[in-house]
């Protein structure tokens, strides 16, 4: 049975400086998906809400400013991965049979400067990180986000042999692509000399090497393919395949890629390859989870687009470009775009969409018919969701 992406819609991301509440871009964003998908909210089963930094039953609040129409609302808080995590369940949902219809929507107010936790007097529950992390390298007082990622990122240089300079150039070519991207936060170009001469953050990570915290909201209508035909909805773009994990105990074995979810992005990966049956050098875009240049690379091979240690090459070839094998983060990813935390699933639905549709204007990849999302939060969980544009 297949999962019909009926609609989709966004709103340009910005600074924290610039936002309005989060309601107001959950209403925006679920206008628009509404819109774009051709229902009312009334013909919806079921909402999604995906997010971080609100409280409890925030999506009924932004659900509220569209209309009440009683039907459940789920609130989903699984850290970077919030909003694909609310795709999937949407996605059960319908598989299941208990909604012909549902709305996702992901959003997020954020603060500005480094993630930091909300509670001192509990667990904080990436403690089994930190814990990890502590027993097998020094402390810093850097951010602790940039901590692990820029361990991961010196890791795998060390073990392959690359010069860590390279990962600065997976930020040029983000803000090289985000030209083209209206939604985008940062749009200007950058050099890679001008990356790797930006304050340094952690390890081989510059300051325009870590995406900066942004306010925004994504939403997407999933449907059946019955109740598309019957409301007369474009139902060419379809979720083929998706997978979601979350850690084994190797990833608190010492391994600082394992630590960012380097595994489990490659099991959710490898589960979505078995269950369509498409080969990842048959890709020709994908949204990936670039927080940092670092998990960018790491992406790369987890998502079996190039092979294990072979990066470098990838990156040095243009072969994650236009023009190259495959198109990582037309919008621009995480670096350029920005990452409000709930949003960034639906943000790389929206993109994916688009570019299956053939309106992903400036930014669009020729012959596009297989797109795949890759959604990482620590804590953990990855979404790896697979997408297909079908013959009427």
């Given amino acids: ?41 009334g013909a919806v089963d079921a909402v999604y809400a995906g997010y971080v930094y609100a409280d409890t039953a925030a999506g009924q609040t932004a659900v509220y400013g569209v209309g009440t129409t009683g039907v459940p609302v789920f609130n989903v808080n ?13 996605r059960q949902a319908i598989l299941s049979g208990t909604a012909d219809c549902v709305l996702v929507v992901g959003f997020e107010q954020m603060a500005r400067g480094a993630i930091g936790g909300m509670y001192d007097d509990r667990p904080d ?10 027993a097998h390298r020094a402390a810093s007082d850097a951010p602790p986000a940039a901590q692990f990622f820029g361990d991961a990122g010196a890791a795998y240089a060390e073990r392959y042999g690359m010069d860590p300079a390279v990962f600065a150039r997976i930020t040029e070519k983000s803000r090289r692509h985000a030209a083209g991207n209206p939604y985008a936060v940062f749009r200007d170009p950058v050099t890679v000399e001008e990356v790797l ?9 510059t300051r325009l090497q ?25 139902a060419s773009v379809r979720i083929r395949a998706q997978a979601m994990t979350s850690d084994r105990e190797d990833t608190f074995g010492g391994d600082a890629m394992a630590l960012v979810g380097s595994s489990i992005a490659r099991r959710a990966a490898l589960a979505v390859y078995e269950e369509s049956g498409v080969d990842p050098l048959d890709l020709r875009v994908v949204e990936l ?16 687009l190039t092979p294990e240690g072979t990066s470098e090459r990838f990156i040095l070839d243009g072969q994650n470009t236009y023009g190259g094998q495959v198109v990582t983060n037309p919008s621009g990813g995480l670096l350029s775009k920005g990452h409000p935390l709930g949003a960034t699933g639906l943000a790389q639905c929206a993109e994916l969409v688009w570019q299956l549709r053939g309106t992903a204007e400036a930014r669009q990849v ?14 953990s969980a990855c979404v790896v969701t697979l997408y297909e544009r079908v013959s009427a």
């Fill in 1 to 41: 049975m297949s999962v019909v992406v009926a609609g989709v819609g966004m709103i340009p991301f910005v600074t924290p400086s610039r936002t309005e509440s989060y309601d107001v871009m959950g209403e925006r964003a679920i206008r628009a998906a509404l819109a774009d998908a051709g229902v009312e909210l």
């Fill in 78 to 90: 699984n850290y970077c991965a919030s909003g694909s995590s609310a795709l999937w369940l949407g």
């Fill in 125 to 134: 529950s990436l403690w089994r990180f930190t814990e990890s992390r502590a």
């Fill in 197 to 205: 001469g930006s304050p340094r953050v952690y390890g081989p990570l």
């Fill in 210 to 234: 870590c995406c900066p915290p942004t306010c925004g909201a994504a939403a997407a209508v999933l449907c059946t393919e019955e109740f598309a035909r019957a409301h007369g909805i474009d």
């Fill in 289 to 304: 989870h670039d927080c940092f240049t670092t998990n960018e690379v790491l992406a790369y091979e987890a998502l079996g």
């Fill in 366 to 379: 020729d012959g596009v018919t297989l797109a795949l999302q890759h959604n990482l939060g620590l804590g």
